[in-house]
């Protein structure tokens, strides 16, 4: 009966050693799959951006005066991220940003809020650019500039100074990239304007129509990219839809089609995330796709803050209105 029970023990022992010695590896594979996925990415290192202060002493308009009075919108369940998409493929250059898109997780009302913001907005600029473009800088010009002169990091500094929030995270990505990760899950279903199905169908040759279309990977970006049909406005919401299109199918996706997604689109990805950090973000996913997503634009003003400043025309708004709308919606 001693030597059965024994047995019995020895053979239990050898089963919970062999599930651990399963779990582990699993985990250690798990681990370092997403090192090698994250691994793909292209880091550039620009540390936190600094809340500044004193911003009474710049030389700047009154309505620009107004918005810096009011203070950064800092709540430890708000995290932004900026997201800069770009054309740009030349590495020696940081390229005006095509398209920014502030999210911002609120994991207290568990919603992820998308807001665009418009490349002619007329900002306060920090002096801080590049070297290199030390001679074109100017303090007051437009939003996208900044990133043309410094990059990420100044366009972010340039964010915070005027539409006072705390980021200090960036993912940039070429929006061509979003074409092989578009078609690794099996298309994106965008709803199409009459005019929106007629100019895709010229340029891609396919038969489109107006509705809900099921788009590969090259008409989800032509669609994005879509410029002279109506205006910069719709553009804009364009690419947001691209972008929320691809997010909520990721979510609904297996895991092993959500890693070759991954695979896809991180080479074309530029960011400040460590690997630690972008591993924290990988695992909050899980909870994040089940968010809400809801969306703004800014200005809220439109084209009607259109103005000419130095023969270029450029958005010149309220920033106290447009700064407290965001901030309301952020903790939406």
């Known amino acids: 009966m001693n030597t059965y029970i024994k047995r019995k023990s020895n053979v239990a022992v050898v089963i919970a050693g062999?599930?651990?010695?399963?779990i582990l590896a699993t985990v250690v594979f798990v681990f370092g799959y997403l090192y090698f996925v994250i691994g793909l990415r292209h880091f550039e290192k620009t540390g936190k951006i600094p809340i500044e202060t004193n911003l009474d002493k710049l030389d700047v308009p009154g309505n620009m005066k107004d918005g810096m009075k009011i203070p950064v919108k800092t709540d430890k369940h708000i995290k932004n991220i900026l997201v800069i998409g770009s054309d740009t493929r030349n590495p020696d250059k940081h390229g005006r940003s095509d398209a920014m898109i502030l999210v911002t997780i609120n994991t207290k009302t568990k919603k992820i809020h998308l807001t665009s913001l418009s490349r002619g907005i007329y900002v306060s600029i920090p002096d801080d650019p590049d070297p290199a473009y030390k001679k074109h800088w100017s303090s007051k010009y437009m939003l996208n500039a900044a990133h043309t002169w410094g990059g990420p990091r100044l366009l972010m500094k340039t964010i915070q100074r005027n539409f006072r929030i705390d980021v200090s995270q960036f993912i940039a990505t070429d929006f061509g990239g979003f074409k092989g990760a578009i078609d690794t899950i099996g298309g994106v279903s965008i709803n199409l304007t009459a005019a929106e199905a007629k100019r895709l169908s010229k340029q891609t040759g396919k038969s489109l129509r107006a509705g809900t279309q099921l788009l590969d990977g090259e008409t989800a970006l032509s669609y994005a990219r879509i410029?002279?049909?109506?205006?910069?406005?719709?553009?804009m919401e364009r690419q947001r839809n691209v972008i929320v299109a691809l997010f909520k199918k990721l979510g609904s996706?297996?895991?092993?089609?959500?890693?070759?997604?991954?695979?896809?689109?991180?080479?074309?990805?530029?960011?400040?995330?460590?690997?630690?950090?972008?591993?924290?973000?990988?695992?909050?996913?899980?909870?994040?796709?089940?968010?809400?997503?809801?969306?703004?634009?800014?200005?809220?003003?439109?084209?009607?803050?259109?103005?000419k400043i130095r023969g270029m025309e450029m958005l010149d708004i309220n920033w106290d209105k447009n700064i407290k709308t965001l901030h309301a919606f952020m903790e939406e």
């Open 253 to 307: 996706s297996n895991p092993k089609r959500m890693a070759s997604t991954a695979e896809e689109l991180m080479p074309y990805v530029t960011t400040n995330l460590t690997d630690m950090e972008f591993m924290g973000f990988i695992f909050d996913f899980i909870s994040y796709r089940h968010y809400d997503i809801d969306e703004m634009m800014l200005p809220l003003e439109g084209y009607k803050a259109l103005v």
């Open 18 to 22: 062999l599930l651990v010695g399963m």
């Open 227 to 235: 410029r002279k049909l109506d205006s910069d406005f719709k553009r």
